[in-house]
């Protein structure tokens, strides 16, 4: 569908860049803050607060690694390091594994924090905007679970995947099987939209994405409508992120999604050659930009416009990864205006974050 301008978001846009996300974080840890729905709802809130009318979709505030935390293991957020896993999984024969495997997980009591956040942010917005959920996809929770964190070399999880596939591909399943049942249950609490960011898929070969990544997107993709249909509610639009697995943008625009998000590695009007109309596309301003002199901001705008064919229609402008530390509000700001300058458009009414 075509619309007068591209819906614009950004991925962590509600977070530390923002002066107002630690007076209202307080003393509370990361973790706390999303397991208490009134300031999980009140950051979700702040970017559409922060930028009026320059922001098309909000995001609830949460994790990715709140379902690790569901299956029974402990993650930790550090301060100044991310997240971090005091015990991460160490084999099929380690204890965890096995109990991780054999959990009931009751999805709806684990995670019912977000759920009671996304009512409460959806009943704030009054409808000036959709609200996205989202969930990690299974291959990137895999990572966080086996590495105990982020990590540079991805040994312990290649170590997984290579010398114990069967093993690996049973917990991708049951990750999964979780995701959709997390997905289905933040529709019924509310969102309109929801995303699978899969943040470490470059880590695989081609090869690899299609063994360890791609079949667990796509039991996502196939499983959530039916799912919603059991609880008698409509299908919404999925979107996936597989960052970093250029690769795969082909294979991706026929995974059952709506929309693919693109990271900055892809050139958009290469992507749209590819894309071809299957899906609307999600992306993809290098987020390093926000570092840069306004005139190298407007420049990669004008470029990205080019390449996306102008705005008006198959495109949600977005950075190509989430808002990295220490940018300034003021030039995200100035990102956000210059794209409604570039696609021929001043309106302050929110476009449409429709897929189609």
Known sequence: EEVERPPIWVMRQAGRYL????????????????????????????????????????????????????????????????????????????????QVMHKSVDVQKE?????????????????????FGFCGAPWTLLCYMV???????????????????????????????????????????????????????????PSSFNQFSLPYLRHISRELPP????????????????????????????SGYDVVGLDWLYDPAEAVRIANGRVTLQGNADPGILYGSRESITTLVEEMVLGFGGGKKGWIVNLGHGITPKVEPEDLEFFFKEIRRVTGTTSKESSKCIVS
């Open 19 to 98: 002066p107002e996300y630690h007076e209202e974080k307080g003393e509370n840890d990361f973790f706390k803050c999303c397991r208490t729905p009134e300031i999980a709802s009140n950051l979700t809130l702040q970017p559409i607060m922060h930028f009026k009318g320059l922001i098309d979709c909000a995001i609830i505030f949460s994790d990715i690694l709140v379902i690790p935390q569901a299956l029974g293991m402990m993650v930790e957020m550090v301060d100044k390091q991310g997240p971090r896993f005091p015990e991460p999984l160490k084999n099929p024969s380690d204890g965890q594994y096995i």
């Open 147 to 205: 590495e105990g964190g982020g990590s540079k070399m991805f040994i312990e999880v290649k170590t997984w995947i290579y010398k114990y596939p069967s093993e690996s591909k049973a917990l991708l399943q049951k990750i999964a099987e979780v995701c959709v049942e997390y997905l289905a249950l933040q529709v019924q609490a509310g969102a309109d939209i929801v995303q699978v960011f899969d943040s470490w898929a470059g880590e695989l070969s």
């Open 227 to 254: 799912r919603l249909k059991d609880l008698k509610l409509e299908p919404v639009p999925m979107v996936v992120f597989a960052k970093g697995a250029w690769y795969a943008l082909d294979t991706l625009c026929d």
């Open 111 to 131: 995670l019912d924090y977000v759920y009671k956040a996304i009512t409460m942010t959806k009943e704030k917005l009054k409808g000036e905007v959709p609200l």
